[in-house]
Structures are given as C-alpha cells and as structure tokens.
C-alpha cells in the first residue's frame, strides 16, 4: 500500500529494542494496525505528541495489510488532556480502548465502532461520567464479540412494560410474568435491567440527563459482570484497574 492519509485513535504503545516503539492505533480507514516507530524515544522526535497515550490525530504513512505500518508524520493532534491527567478517566478509557481491540480482529474496516471510541473517549474527556459511558460501551460493542441479545421485549410474550430480568437461556430478558420459563434467570436487579436496556441502543449524544445513584450503578455493573463472565470470558487488567479504583473512590470519600 503507497503512503496514506487517516483519522486515528492510540490503543497503546510498547517498547520496542532501545529507541523504537511499537504503536497500535485504530484507524479509520484500515481498522487496527501495529505502526512501527523508529526511534520513538529520540529527543525531538516530530513524531512524539502525535504517539501520546490518550491522542487522536490524523496520520501519515504506509499502511499495510501486512505485516506494520510505518509512521512519517501526523497533524491535527488531538489530545485528551482530561483523559491524559486523571487516573480515573485514564482507567475508564483504557479499559474501553482494550474492549475495542478484544472485539474485532486487527486490519478490520469498522469505521462505526472507530467513532464509538471517539465520541466515548470525547465524553469522558469532557468529565462526563466514567462509569455510565462505559457500561454503554460495554452493552453495545457485545454485537461485536458476535453476541445478540434481544433487549427489547420479553422473549416470551413480547412485553416491553414492567420489570425484567434476564435469561441466558432465551438470550434475553424475561417480563415478570414469564420468570418461572427460567430458574437460572439472572436475579438481577430490575433496576439494572432498566437501565442496561437503555443503554443498548441509547447514543452517546443523549446521555446528559442521566444520573444514577450508587446503588444503581452498583447494581447495573454486577449484572454486566455477569453478561461478560458468562459471554465474553475476557480477563482485562484494566477492568481489575477500575474495579480497584471503585474501592479507592470509596475510600477516599469517606474520609
Ligand atoms: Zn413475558
């Protein structure tokens, strides 16, 4: 492929021998590709900013659909400073970002899920509340991992009003007058259920007026953790991260 033109985001980078580095970055014209940076670490490097944990930009040179890419220049550096200050923000955001790159294969178009991370890493950037653009994210990128679930009504009778719950066995949610169709239902809060229904087809842009007290949220990520543990099986450091962070948070309250 000659040299080209586009719109990415950094997933992360390592070290690479003494002066060079290794940087995946999510594309929007080629979906995921590992760019090989030579000497990454020199000072004055040009290419430095554009290489930052927590940036997009736009960038130049030869993406390959074998084998890396090579890195010549980048403009339109975009940092997400907020993201880049707090350990919070950064914690939400990595775990979003290993999300993205467990869920499709490298050199992918996916220009779709490639503006999902944009805009959730653009909230929370803004200061927007970690914890619910994640769960969103979480939600909606299960299509991603090839999992479908019908969210929209009971599975049984097509009810759309009331409690529910969810049911592995029907890949869905349960109104309360068919819970007794599953005794291995979830037992979820239904709450929880509420919300995460919401979130399976909510935008981004629409989420201003939510606010959830902690006990909601509290409720809303055991049930994830168990759509995730149950369908996905992925064992992330960065959701150790943030689930630490929660006890911190705790901590640090209290005080
Ligand atoms: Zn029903």
């Not at 299509?143 to 009003?161: D, K, L, M, P, Y």
Request: charged content about 25%; some cysteine; glycine content about 6%.
């Amino acid at each position: 492929m000659n040299q080209a033109e586009t719109k990415g985001i950094i997933l992360f980078r390592k070290d690479h021998k003494e002066k060079d580095m290794l940087v995946k970055i999510f594309t929007e014209s080629s979906g995921k590709l590992m760019f090989y940076v030579k000497g990454a670490h020199r000072k004055n490097n040009p290419l430095t900013p554009a290489i930052l944990p927590y940036t997009q930009a736009t960038y130049i040179g030869k993406l390959n659909s074998e084998g890396l890419s090579f890195l010549n220049s980048a403009k339109y550096i975009h940092p997400f400073t907020h993201i880049q200050e707090d350990i919070f923000a950064a914690g939400y955001a990595t775990y979003i970002m290993n999300l993205a790159d467990a869920a499709i294969e490298d050199k992918v178009y996916d220009p779709h899920l490639y503006t999902f991370l944009y805009q959730a890493l653009e909230m929370l950037d803004q200061g927007i509340d970690g914890q619910i653009l994640t769960n969103i994210f979480e939600v909606q990128i299960l299509q991603r991992f090839g999992i479908t679930i019908n969210w929209r009504e009971c599975a049984v009778c097509g009810r759309t009003q009331g409690k529910f719950d969810f049911s592995s066995k029907y890949n869905g949610i349960l109104c309360q007058q068919h819970w007794d169709r599953d005794f291995h239902r979830y037992h979820a809060d239904p709450r929880a259920v509420h919300f995460i229904r919401l979130f399976s087809h909510i935008s981004y842009d629409k989420i201003h007026s939510i606010e959830l007290k902690d006990e909601t949220k509290n409720a809303i990520r055991q049930t994830i953790d168990q759509l995730y543990e149950e369908y996905v099986g992925l064992n992330l450091k960065s959701k150790k991260f943030i689930d630490q962070m929660h006890r911190w948070g705790d901590v640090l309250k209290s005080k």
